[in-house]
Protein backbone atom coordinates (compact mmCIF):
# COMPACT_ATOMS: atom_id res chain seq x y z
CA UNK A 1 0.00 0.00 0.00
CA UNK A 2 1.00 3.40 -1.04
CA UNK A 3 1.10 5.57 2.38
CA UNK A 4 2.69 8.83 0.24
CA UNK A 5 -0.86 10.17 -0.15
CA UNK A 6 -2.05 10.43 3.78
CA UNK A 7 -3.16 13.18 4.87
CA UNK A 8 -4.29 14.17 8.66
CA UNK A 9 -6.22 16.41 10.15
CA UNK A 10 -7.15 16.98 14.24
CA UNK A 11 -9.35 19.32 16.43
CA UNK A 12 -7.99 19.19 19.71
CA UNK A 13 -7.35 21.31 23.22
CA UNK A 14 -4.46 22.74 24.55
CA UNK A 15 -3.88 25.69 26.80
CA UNK A 16 -7.31 26.17 27.36
CA UNK A 17 -8.20 26.32 23.74
CA UNK A 18 -9.54 24.57 21.07
CA UNK A 19 -7.22 24.48 17.66
CA UNK A 20 -7.61 22.68 14.48
CA UNK A 21 -4.49 21.34 12.74
CA UNK A 22 -3.61 19.92 9.17
CA UNK A 23 -0.03 19.54 10.18
CA UNK A 24 1.72 16.92 12.09
CA UNK A 25 4.09 19.18 13.62
CA UNK A 26 3.11 22.39 15.67
CA UNK A 27 3.35 24.43 18.60
CA UNK A 28 1.88 21.71 20.71
CA UNK A 29 2.88 18.03 19.51
CA UNK A 30 4.53 16.73 16.66
CA UNK A 31 3.30 13.24 15.32
CA UNK A 32 5.59 10.83 13.78
CA UNK A 33 4.52 8.65 10.63
CA UNK A 34 6.49 5.90 9.44
CA UNK A 35 5.84 2.91 7.10
CA UNK A 36 6.80 -0.56 7.17
CA UNK A 37 5.71 -2.37 4.23
CA UNK A 38 1.74 -2.95 4.48
CA UNK A 39 1.84 -1.01 8.24
CA UNK A 40 1.81 2.54 9.26
CA UNK A 41 2.78 3.70 13.31
CA UNK A 42 2.09 7.01 14.47
CA UNK A 43 3.48 7.96 17.21
CA UNK A 44 2.90 11.48 19.41
CA UNK A 45 5.73 13.36 21.32
CA UNK A 46 3.25 16.26 23.09
CA UNK A 47 4.82 19.77 23.81
CA UNK A 48 2.55 20.33 26.05
CA UNK A 49 -0.98 18.59 27.29
CA UNK A 50 -3.14 17.31 24.57
CA UNK A 51 -6.47 16.55 24.47
CA UNK A 52 -7.80 15.59 21.42
CA UNK A 53 -11.51 15.80 20.19
CA UNK A 54 -10.78 14.36 16.57
CA UNK A 55 -7.70 12.64 15.47
CA UNK A 56 -8.03 11.89 11.46
CA UNK A 57 -5.74 9.68 9.16
CA UNK A 58 -7.31 9.73 5.35
CA UNK A 59 -5.94 7.19 2.56
CA UNK A 60 -7.10 7.97 -1.22
CA UNK A 61 -9.32 4.73 -2.12
CA UNK A 62 -10.89 3.99 -5.38
CA UNK A 63 -13.76 1.71 -5.17
CA UNK A 64 -15.26 0.05 -8.15
CA UNK A 65 -19.08 -0.09 -8.92
CA UNK A 66 -19.28 -3.86 -8.29
CA UNK A 67 -17.28 -2.86 -4.53
CA UNK A 68 -18.55 -4.64 -1.70
CA UNK A 69 -17.30 -3.16 1.56
CA UNK A 70 -17.32 -4.69 5.05
CA UNK A 71 -18.00 -2.94 8.09
CA UNK A 72 -17.37 -5.02 11.76
CA UNK A 73 -20.32 -3.77 14.44
CA UNK A 74 -18.91 -2.37 18.09
CA UNK A 75 -19.09 -5.68 19.68
CA UNK A 76 -20.58 -9.22 19.62
CA UNK A 77 -24.13 -8.22 19.00
CA UNK A 78 -23.66 -5.38 16.50
CA UNK A 79 -25.06 -5.96 13.16
CA UNK A 80 -21.65 -6.06 10.76
CA UNK A 81 -22.18 -6.61 6.82
CA UNK A 82 -20.81 -6.32 3.53
CA UNK A 83 -22.66 -3.70 1.45
CA UNK A 84 -22.69 -3.04 -1.65
CA UNK A 85 -21.47 0.13 -3.40
CA UNK A 86 -24.87 2.53 -3.67
CA UNK A 87 -26.31 1.37 -0.42
CA UNK A 88 -26.75 2.87 2.66
CA UNK A 89 -26.11 1.18 6.08
CA UNK A 90 -28.82 -0.15 8.00
CA UNK A 91 -30.47 2.20 9.55
CA UNK A 92 -30.42 2.84 13.33
CA UNK A 93 -33.47 3.95 14.86
CA UNK A 94 -33.79 7.67 15.47
CA UNK A 95 -35.32 6.99 19.24
CA UNK A 96 -31.46 5.80 19.91
CA UNK A 97 -30.31 9.14 18.92
CA UNK A 98 -33.20 11.67 20.86
CA UNK A 99 -32.12 8.78 23.68
CA UNK A 100 -28.47 10.53 23.52
CA UNK A 101 -29.27 13.24 24.20
CA UNK A 102 -32.35 13.84 26.93
CA UNK A 103 -30.96 12.91 30.10
CA UNK A 104 -34.42 11.13 31.21
CA UNK A 105 -34.38 8.46 29.03
CA UNK A 106 -30.51 7.77 28.52
CA UNK A 107 -30.55 7.31 32.59
CA UNK A 108 -31.92 3.88 31.86
CA UNK A 109 -28.67 3.16 29.74
CA UNK A 110 -30.59 2.54 26.75
CA UNK A 111 -28.60 2.63 23.73
CA UNK A 112 -25.18 1.96 26.06
CA UNK A 113 -24.60 -1.42 24.70
CA UNK A 114 -23.56 0.06 21.40
CA UNK A 115 -21.09 2.74 20.11
CA UNK A 116 -24.10 6.08 19.97
CA UNK A 117 -22.07 7.55 23.06
CA UNK A 118 -19.40 8.46 21.04
CA UNK A 119 -19.86 8.17 17.57
CA UNK A 120 -22.73 9.57 15.29
CA UNK A 121 -24.68 7.32 13.01
CA UNK A 122 -23.89 8.32 9.37
CA UNK A 123 -27.48 8.37 7.02
CA UNK A 124 -26.14 8.54 3.41
CA UNK A 125 -25.65 6.54 1.10
CA UNK A 126 -22.17 5.29 0.23
CA UNK A 127 -20.36 5.95 3.59
CA UNK A 128 -20.31 2.87 5.43
CA UNK A 129 -18.11 2.53 9.26
CA UNK A 130 -17.18 0.49 11.56
CA UNK A 131 -14.13 -0.32 14.39
CA UNK A 132 -10.98 -1.65 14.35
CA UNK A 133 -11.17 -3.07 10.86
CA UNK A 134 -13.07 -3.70 7.85
CA UNK A 135 -11.99 -4.77 4.23
CA UNK A 136 -13.02 -4.24 0.53
CA UNK A 137 -14.09 -7.01 -1.68
CA UNK A 138 -13.81 -7.81 -5.68
CA UNK A 139 -14.62 -11.18 -6.17
CA UNK A 140 -12.29 -13.44 -4.65
CA UNK A 141 -9.71 -9.99 -4.14
CA UNK A 142 -9.53 -8.63 -0.50
CA UNK A 143 -8.01 -5.34 0.95
CA UNK A 144 -8.28 -5.41 4.98
CA UNK A 145 -7.96 -2.24 6.38
CA UNK A 146 -7.14 -2.54 10.21
CA UNK A 147 -5.95 -1.66 13.37
CA UNK A 148 -3.19 -4.03 15.13
CA UNK A 149 -3.96 -2.45 18.73
CA UNK A 150 -6.48 -0.85 20.01
CA UNK A 151 -5.02 -0.16 23.49
CA UNK A 152 -4.30 3.44 22.03
CA UNK A 153 -7.67 4.15 21.41
CA UNK A 154 -10.86 2.54 19.76
CA UNK A 155 -9.83 2.69 15.60
CA UNK A 156 -13.09 3.48 13.52
CA UNK A 157 -12.39 2.46 9.93
CA UNK A 158 -14.84 4.48 7.13
CA UNK A 159 -15.06 3.91 3.49
CA UNK A 160 -16.31 7.19 1.36
CA UNK A 161 -17.32 5.94 -1.89
CA UNK A 162 -17.91 9.40 -3.27
CA UNK A 163 -14.64 11.15 -2.39
CA UNK A 164 -12.73 7.99 -2.98
CA UNK A 165 -11.18 7.73 0.55
CA UNK A 166 -10.92 5.31 3.17
CA UNK A 167 -10.98 7.65 6.93
CA UNK A 168 -8.62 6.40 9.84
CA UNK A 169 -10.02 8.15 13.23
CA UNK A 170 -8.74 7.35 16.58
CA UNK A 171 -11.48 7.42 19.37
CA UNK A 172 -9.20 9.24 21.97
CA UNK A 173 -12.10 10.94 24.63
CA UNK A 174 -11.15 11.30 28.07
CA UNK A 175 -7.02 11.01 27.13
CA UNK A 176 -4.55 13.76 27.88
CA UNK A 177 -1.42 13.19 26.18
CA UNK A 178 1.61 14.26 28.52
CA UNK A 179 4.26 12.03 27.20
CA UNK A 180 5.10 10.56 24.19
CA UNK A 181 2.96 7.47 23.11
CA UNK A 182 1.62 5.16 20.44
CA UNK A 183 -1.25 6.57 18.78
CA UNK A 184 -2.04 4.32 15.49
CA UNK A 185 -0.41 0.97 14.47
CA UNK A 186 -2.24 0.12 11.23
CA UNK A 187 -2.57 -2.32 8.18
CA UNK A 188 -3.44 -2.01 4.56
CA UNK A 189 -3.56 -6.05 3.47
CA UNK A 190 -4.21 -6.97 0.03
CA UNK A 191 -4.89 -10.87 -0.80
CA UNK A 192 -7.45 -13.74 -1.39
CA UNK A 193 -10.09 -13.86 1.60
CA UNK A 194 -8.08 -16.38 3.49
CA UNK A 195 -4.08 -15.47 3.15
CA UNK A 196 -5.52 -11.44 3.56
CA UNK A 197 -6.64 -12.71 7.27
CA UNK A 198 -4.18 -14.97 7.78
CA UNK A 199 -1.74 -12.41 7.25
CA UNK A 200 -3.50 -9.61 8.99
CA UNK A 201 -3.68 -11.41 12.45
CA UNK A 202 -0.01 -12.70 11.90
CA UNK A 203 0.72 -9.31 11.79
CA UNK A 204 -1.32 -8.67 15.21
CA UNK A 205 0.33 -11.83 16.70
CA UNK A 206 -2.95 -12.90 18.17
CA UNK A 207 -3.11 -17.01 18.26
CA UNK A 208 -5.95 -18.47 18.86
CA UNK A 209 -6.33 -20.20 22.60
CA UNK A 210 -7.96 -23.34 20.88
CA UNK A 211 -9.09 -25.49 17.68
CA UNK A 212 -11.54 -27.73 19.52
CA UNK A 213 -15.26 -27.56 18.23
CA UNK A 214 -17.41 -27.77 20.84
CA UNK A 215 -21.04 -28.86 21.74
CA UNK A 216 -23.68 -28.25 23.90
CA UNK A 217 -26.58 -27.26 25.76
CA UNK A 218 -27.73 -23.46 27.96
CA UNK A 219 -30.35 -23.36 29.90
CA UNK A 220 -31.08 -19.60 28.59
CA UNK A 221 -33.07 -20.07 25.18
CA UNK A 222 -36.31 -22.05 26.88
CA UNK A 223 -36.74 -20.76 30.48
CA UNK A 224 -34.51 -17.51 30.68
CA UNK A 225 -34.00 -16.56 33.81
CA UNK A 226 -36.79 -19.21 35.68
CA UNK A 227 -34.35 -22.04 35.54
CA UNK A 228 -34.46 -24.33 38.55
CA UNK A 229 -32.44 -27.53 39.97
CA UNK A 230 -34.77 -29.65 38.78
CA UNK A 231 -35.03 -28.18 34.88
CA UNK A 232 -31.32 -28.64 34.92
CA UNK A 233 -31.17 -32.33 36.52
CA UNK A 234 -34.34 -32.99 34.08
CA UNK A 235 -32.48 -31.77 30.99
CA UNK A 236 -29.67 -33.19 31.46
CA UNK A 237 -30.93 -36.68 32.22
CA UNK A 238 -32.57 -36.30 28.64
CA UNK A 239 -29.31 -34.95 26.89
CA UNK A 240 -27.42 -38.22 29.19
CA UNK A 241 -29.97 -40.75 27.44
CA UNK A 242 -29.84 -39.42 23.72
CA UNK A 243 -28.01 -40.53 21.13
CA UNK A 244 -25.91 -37.47 20.20
CA UNK A 245 -22.19 -36.14 21.91
CA UNK A 246 -22.65 -33.57 23.96
CA UNK A 247 -19.09 -32.01 25.26
CA UNK A 248 -20.94 -29.18 27.88
CA UNK A 249 -23.69 -28.67 29.46
CA UNK A 250 -24.20 -24.66 30.73
CA UNK A 251 -26.17 -22.95 33.39
CA UNK A 252 -27.38 -19.30 32.20
CA UNK A 253 -28.65 -16.18 34.10
CA UNK A 254 -30.84 -17.16 36.98
CA UNK A 255 -29.03 -19.41 39.47
CA UNK A 256 -27.93 -16.15 41.49
CA UNK A 257 -29.47 -13.80 43.91
CA UNK A 258 -29.04 -10.71 42.03
CA UNK A 259 -26.96 -9.89 39.24
CA UNK A 260 -23.35 -8.99 40.80
CA UNK A 261 -23.85 -11.85 44.11
CA UNK A 262 -22.70 -14.70 41.60
CA UNK A 263 -21.50 -16.68 45.00
CA UNK A 264 -24.90 -16.12 46.81
CA UNK A 265 -27.00 -18.80 44.95
CA UNK A 266 -30.56 -18.99 45.33
CA UNK A 267 -32.08 -21.48 47.53
CA UNK A 268 -35.35 -21.64 46.40
CA UNK A 269 -34.07 -22.47 43.07
CA UNK A 270 -30.98 -24.03 43.28
CA UNK A 271 -31.17 -25.63 46.96
CA UNK A 272 -28.13 -28.07 46.43
CA UNK A 273 -25.70 -25.39 45.46
CA UNK A 274 -23.74 -24.62 42.45
CA UNK A 275 -21.33 -27.16 43.26
CA UNK A 276 -23.66 -30.05 43.02
CA UNK A 277 -24.68 -28.75 39.80
CA UNK A 278 -21.36 -29.06 38.03
CA UNK A 279 -20.71 -32.43 40.15
CA UNK A 280 -23.58 -34.25 38.52
CA UNK A 281 -22.72 -32.61 35.00
CA UNK A 282 -19.44 -33.98 35.46
CA UNK A 283 -20.76 -37.51 36.13
CA UNK A 284 -22.73 -37.35 32.75
CA UNK A 285 -19.37 -37.05 31.30
CA UNK A 286 -19.73 -33.19 30.30
CA UNK A 287 -17.94 -30.45 30.97
CA UNK A 288 -19.87 -27.82 33.25
CA UNK A 289 -20.11 -24.15 32.35
CA UNK A 290 -21.69 -21.20 34.08
CA UNK A 291 -23.13 -17.24 33.17
CA UNK A 292 -21.94 -14.71 34.86
CA UNK A 293 -21.24 -10.94 33.96
CA UNK A 294 -18.23 -9.87 36.28
CA UNK A 295 -18.15 -6.63 35.78
CA UNK A 296 -22.17 -5.54 36.37
CA UNK A 297 -24.60 -5.37 39.11
CA UNK A 298 -28.02 -3.94 40.26
CA UNK A 299 -28.40 -1.52 42.82
CA UNK A 300 -30.41 -3.87 44.97
CA UNK A 301 -26.97 -6.49 44.78
CA UNK A 302 -25.36 -6.86 47.99
CA UNK A 303 -22.40 -5.81 46.40
CA UNK A 304 -23.42 -2.85 45.08
CA UNK A 305 -25.34 -1.40 48.45
CA UNK A 306 -22.22 -2.66 50.67
CA UNK A 307 -19.44 -1.16 47.97
CA UNK A 308 -20.69 1.52 45.94
CA UNK A 309 -17.67 2.87 45.64
CA UNK A 310 -16.48 -0.05 43.30
CA UNK A 311 -18.20 1.19 40.65
CA UNK A 312 -18.26 3.45 37.29
CA UNK A 313 -19.06 7.18 38.44
CA UNK A 314 -20.39 10.13 35.78
CA UNK A 315 -18.71 13.68 36.69
CA UNK A 316 -20.79 14.44 39.24
CA UNK A 317 -19.54 11.41 41.22
CA UNK A 318 -22.86 9.34 41.14
CA UNK A 319 -22.69 5.85 39.57
CA UNK A 320 -23.15 5.55 36.42
CA UNK A 321 -26.08 3.16 34.72
CA UNK A 322 -24.55 1.02 32.29
CA UNK A 323 -27.32 -0.49 30.42
CA UNK A 324 -31.24 -1.37 30.50
CA UNK A 325 -30.72 -5.14 31.75
CA UNK A 326 -32.20 -6.08 34.60
CA UNK A 327 -34.35 -2.49 35.08
CA UNK A 328 -30.87 -0.83 34.70
CA UNK A 329 -27.43 -2.17 35.75
CA UNK A 330 -23.75 -0.92 36.83
CA UNK A 331 -20.59 -1.63 36.20
CA UNK A 332 -17.55 -2.17 38.37
CA UNK A 333 -14.44 -0.45 37.84
CA UNK A 334 -11.75 -2.66 36.85
CA UNK A 335 -8.57 -0.22 38.36
CA UNK A 336 -10.25 -0.75 41.62
CA UNK A 337 -8.16 -3.15 43.93
CA UNK A 338 -11.41 -4.10 45.74
CA UNK A 339 -13.26 -4.43 42.97
CA UNK A 340 -10.34 -7.04 40.99
CA UNK A 341 -10.12 -9.04 44.55
CA UNK A 342 -13.53 -9.84 45.13
CA UNK A 343 -13.91 -10.72 40.53
CA UNK A 344 -11.01 -12.45 41.04
CA UNK A 345 -12.65 -14.73 44.22
CA UNK A 346 -15.73 -15.50 42.15
CA UNK A 347 -13.61 -16.81 39.67
CA UNK A 348 -11.09 -18.95 42.47
CA UNK A 349 -14.80 -20.21 43.63
CA UNK A 350 -16.74 -20.65 40.75
CA UNK A 351 -13.62 -22.35 38.58
CA UNK A 352 -11.92 -24.12 41.91
CA UNK A 353 -14.55 -24.79 44.95
CA UNK A 354 -17.51 -25.49 42.46
CA UNK A 355 -15.53 -27.00 39.68
CA UNK A 356 -16.92 -25.03 36.89
CA UNK A 357 -14.59 -25.18 33.12
CA UNK A 358 -15.93 -22.99 31.04
CA UNK A 359 -17.41 -19.53 32.33
CA UNK A 360 -19.19 -17.40 29.52
CA UNK A 361 -18.99 -13.76 30.42
CA UNK A 362 -21.32 -11.57 29.15
CA UNK A 363 -22.37 -7.84 28.77
CA UNK A 364 -18.47 -7.26 28.81
CA UNK A 365 -18.82 -3.56 27.10
CA UNK A 366 -19.90 -2.25 30.69
CA UNK A 367 -16.43 -2.08 31.57
CA UNK A 368 -15.38 0.52 29.07
CA UNK A 369 -18.34 3.01 28.53
CA UNK A 370 -17.15 5.74 29.81
CA UNK A 371 -13.16 6.56 29.96
CA UNK A 372 -11.62 7.15 32.79
CA UNK A 373 -8.18 7.60 34.74
CA UNK A 374 -6.94 9.30 31.82
CA UNK A 375 -7.25 6.07 29.74
CA UNK A 376 -9.72 5.74 26.32
CA UNK A 377 -12.54 3.37 25.87
CA UNK A 378 -9.86 0.76 24.17
CA UNK A 379 -7.10 0.80 26.64
CA UNK A 380 -10.04 -0.29 29.48
CA UNK A 381 -11.18 -2.87 27.30
CA UNK A 382 -7.74 -4.25 26.49
CA UNK A 383 -7.26 -4.39 30.66
CA UNK A 384 -10.24 -5.71 30.85
CA UNK A 385 -9.81 -8.68 28.98
CA UNK A 386 -6.21 -9.09 29.91
CA UNK A 387 -7.84 -9.57 33.95
CA UNK A 388 -10.69 -11.47 32.48
CA UNK A 389 -7.71 -14.02 31.25
CA UNK A 390 -5.82 -13.88 34.32
CA UNK A 391 -8.34 -14.25 36.60
CA UNK A 392 -9.70 -17.63 34.73
CA UNK A 393 -6.42 -19.45 33.85
CA UNK A 394 -6.44 -21.69 31.63
CA UNK A 395 -9.95 -22.14 31.98
CA UNK A 396 -12.61 -21.88 28.69
CA UNK A 397 -13.84 -18.36 28.08
CA UNK A 398 -16.60 -17.70 26.27
CA UNK A 399 -17.12 -13.98 25.82
CA UNK A 400 -20.11 -12.53 25.13
CA UNK A 401 -21.18 -8.56 24.45
CA UNK A 402 -17.71 -7.77 23.99
CA UNK A 403 -15.83 -5.11 21.88
CA UNK A 404 -14.48 -7.37 19.14
CA UNK A 405 -10.43 -6.53 19.10
CA UNK A 406 -10.09 -6.09 22.64
CA UNK A 407 -10.91 -9.77 22.83
CA UNK A 408 -8.94 -11.47 20.48
CA UNK A 409 -7.29 -13.69 21.62
CA UNK A 410 -8.20 -13.41 25.09
CA UNK A 411 -11.12 -15.97 24.73
CA UNK A 412 -11.65 -19.28 23.67
CA UNK A 413 -14.87 -18.40 22.01
CA UNK A 414 -16.68 -15.25 21.29
CA UNK A 415 -20.19 -14.73 20.50
CA UNK A 416 -20.27 -12.80 16.92
CA UNK A 417 -23.32 -11.87 16.62
CA UNK A 418 -27.12 -10.46 18.68
CA UNK A 419 -28.87 -13.01 20.46
CA UNK A 420 -31.09 -15.02 18.41
CA UNK A 421 -35.46 -14.30 18.74
CA UNK A 422 -37.78 -17.52 18.73
CA UNK A 423 -39.11 -15.96 15.96
CA UNK A 424 -37.67 -14.82 12.27
CA UNK A 425 -39.43 -11.67 11.45
CA UNK A 426 -36.84 -8.32 11.77
CA UNK A 427 -38.40 -5.82 13.28
CA UNK A 428 -37.70 -2.23 14.02
CA UNK A 429 -34.59 -2.08 15.87
CA UNK A 430 -33.71 0.83 18.54
CA UNK A 431 -29.97 0.12 19.22
CA UNK A 432 -27.92 -2.23 16.35
CA UNK A 433 -27.59 -4.95 19.39
CA UNK A 434 -31.35 -5.46 19.68
CA UNK A 435 -32.17 -9.41 19.45
CA UNK A 436 -32.72 -10.83 16.13
CA UNK A 437 -32.63 -14.25 14.55
CA UNK A 438 -31.73 -12.14 11.10
CA UNK A 439 -28.87 -10.00 12.17
CA UNK A 440 -27.57 -13.59 13.68
CA UNK A 441 -27.30 -15.09 10.80
CA UNK A 442 -26.05 -12.30 8.98
CA UNK A 443 -23.05 -11.94 11.07
CA UNK A 444 -22.35 -15.75 11.44
CA UNK A 445 -21.80 -15.38 7.70
CA UNK A 446 -19.84 -12.16 7.58
CA UNK A 447 -17.52 -12.28 10.53
CA UNK A 448 -16.78 -16.09 9.74
CA UNK A 449 -12.83 -14.80 9.07
CA UNK A 450 -12.85 -14.62 12.97
CA UNK A 451 -12.88 -18.21 13.21
CA UNK A 452 -10.03 -20.04 14.14
CA UNK A 453 -8.15 -16.76 14.03
CA UNK A 454 -9.25 -14.42 16.85
CA UNK A 455 -11.48 -17.32 18.43
CA UNK A 456 -13.48 -20.14 17.93
CA UNK A 457 -17.28 -18.42 16.53
CA UNK A 458 -20.29 -18.87 18.86
CA UNK A 459 -23.22 -17.99 16.52
CA UNK A 460 -25.28 -18.24 19.27
CA UNK A 461 -27.83 -21.34 19.74
CA UNK A 462 -29.85 -23.43 17.24
CA UNK A 463 -33.53 -24.55 18.43
CA UNK A 464 -35.52 -27.77 17.06
CA UNK A 465 -37.99 -28.11 19.83
CA UNK A 466 -42.18 -27.24 19.13
CA UNK A 467 -43.15 -25.82 21.79
CA UNK A 468 -42.36 -22.15 23.33
CA UNK A 469 -41.13 -21.23 19.73
CA UNK A 470 -42.41 -19.27 16.64
CA UNK A 471 -39.58 -20.31 13.93
CA UNK A 472 -41.49 -23.10 12.07
CA UNK A 473 -39.35 -25.97 11.51
CA UNK A 474 -37.72 -25.06 8.19
CA UNK A 475 -36.70 -21.65 9.60
CA UNK A 476 -35.34 -23.72 12.25
CA UNK A 477 -33.36 -25.97 10.26
CA UNK A 478 -32.13 -23.35 8.58
CA UNK A 479 -30.56 -21.37 11.53
CA UNK A 480 -29.01 -25.04 12.53
CA UNK A 481 -27.57 -26.02 9.20
CA UNK A 482 -25.49 -22.07 8.83
CA UNK A 483 -24.50 -22.72 12.57
CA UNK A 484 -22.89 -25.63 11.57
CA UNK A 485 -21.45 -24.35 8.51
CA UNK A 486 -20.31 -21.16 10.30
CA UNK A 487 -19.75 -21.47 13.91
CA UNK A 488 -17.61 -23.97 15.97
CA UNK A 489 -19.87 -23.76 19.45
CA UNK A 490 -23.16 -25.82 18.63
CA UNK A 491 -25.31 -25.01 21.43
CA UNK A 492 -29.06 -26.07 21.43
CA UNK A 493 -31.34 -24.87 24.58
CA UNK A 494 -34.37 -27.64 24.13
CA UNK A 495 -35.78 -30.25 26.32
CA UNK A 496 -34.60 -33.06 23.56
CA UNK A 497 -36.71 -35.19 25.59
CA UNK A 498 -39.52 -34.35 23.57
CA UNK A 499 -37.81 -34.62 20.18
CA UNK A 500 -39.57 -36.14 17.15
CA UNK A 501 -36.63 -38.88 15.61
CA UNK A 502 -36.37 -36.06 12.63
CA UNK A 503 -35.59 -33.87 15.30
CA UNK A 504 -32.65 -35.99 16.63
CA UNK A 505 -31.57 -36.64 13.21
CA UNK A 506 -31.01 -33.05 12.56
CA UNK A 507 -29.28 -32.56 15.47
CA UNK A 508 -27.13 -35.43 15.09
CA UNK A 509 -26.18 -33.79 11.59
CA UNK A 510 -25.58 -30.13 12.87
CA UNK A 511 -23.26 -31.82 15.57
CA UNK A 512 -21.49 -33.88 13.39
CA UNK A 513 -18.01 -33.09 12.23
CA UNK A 514 -17.72 -31.97 8.90
CA UNK A 515 -14.66 -30.82 6.69
CA UNK A 516 -16.33 -26.83 5.61
CA UNK A 517 -14.57 -24.79 3.18
CA UNK A 518 -16.06 -21.63 2.84
CA UNK A 519 -16.03 -20.72 -1.50
CA UNK A 520 -18.26 -17.47 -1.26
CA UNK A 521 -20.77 -16.10 0.91
CA UNK A 522 -22.61 -12.88 0.07
CA UNK A 523 -26.10 -11.44 -1.02
CA UNK A 524 -26.89 -12.21 -4.54
CA UNK A 525 -29.61 -9.95 -4.81
CA UNK A 526 -31.46 -8.05 -1.72
CA UNK A 527 -32.08 -9.60 0.91
CA UNK A 528 -30.94 -13.25 -0.92
CA UNK A 529 -28.00 -14.97 -0.20
CA UNK A 530 -25.90 -17.44 -1.42
CA UNK A 531 -23.48 -19.64 0.26
CA UNK A 532 -20.90 -21.87 -1.57
CA UNK A 533 -19.57 -24.56 0.17
CA UNK A 534 -17.66 -27.63 -0.21
CA UNK A 535 -18.74 -30.08 3.01
CA UNK A 536 -16.50 -33.35 3.15
CA UNK A 537 -15.26 -32.61 -0.62
CA UNK A 538 -18.81 -32.18 -1.78
CA UNK A 539 -19.71 -28.95 -3.56
CA UNK A 540 -22.97 -27.53 -2.05
CA UNK A 541 -25.03 -24.16 -2.20
CA UNK A 542 -27.29 -22.74 0.28
CA UNK A 543 -29.57 -20.01 -0.86
CA UNK A 544 -32.02 -18.09 1.44
CA UNK A 545 -34.31 -15.35 2.47
CA UNK A 546 -32.27 -13.27 5.46
CA UNK A 547 -35.60 -11.50 5.51
CA UNK A 548 -38.24 -14.17 5.56
CA UNK A 549 -35.74 -17.47 6.50
CA UNK A 550 -37.31 -19.49 3.38
CA UNK A 551 -34.30 -21.37 1.69
CA UNK A 552 -33.27 -23.84 -0.89
CA UNK A 553 -30.55 -26.26 -0.21
Known sequence: MDFKNLSFSAVYMANGKEHSTQSLQNEHFEITVTTEKDCLYANITPKTAVTFKKLCFKLPYRYAKDSKIFV???????DSFEYSVGESMHELSRLTEFCITKNPIKAIGLPKSGDSLFHKFPRKPDFFYGWSYGYVRRGEDVTIFGSLDER???????????????????????VSFDKAKNLLSFAVINGGYDEAFDRYFEKMGVVCQTNKRRTGYTTWYNYYGNITEQIVFRDLKSISELDAEFDCFQIDDGYQAAIGDWLITDKKKFPGGMKRIADEIHKNNMEAGLWLAPFAAVKSSRVFKEHPDWFIRDKNGKPYNTGHNWGGFYSMDIYN????????NVFDTVLNDWGFDLVKLDFLYGACVMPMHNKSRGEIMCDAMDFLRECCGDKLILGCG??????????????????????????KHITREDVSTPHAVSNSIFRRHLDGRAWQNDPDVFLLRDSNIKLNFEQRKLLAKVNGIFGNLLFISDNVSEYTQQQKNVLN?????????????EFSKPDIMEIKYAENGDNKNLRFNIRTGEYDD
Open 152 to 174: SGYTCVSFDVQNSAVIIEKELEG
Open 337 to 344: ESARAYIK
Open 509 to 521: DTFAEKDIIIKSA
Open 72 to 78: NGYQSWT
Open 402 to 427: VPMMPAFGKVDYCRIGSDISLKWKRS
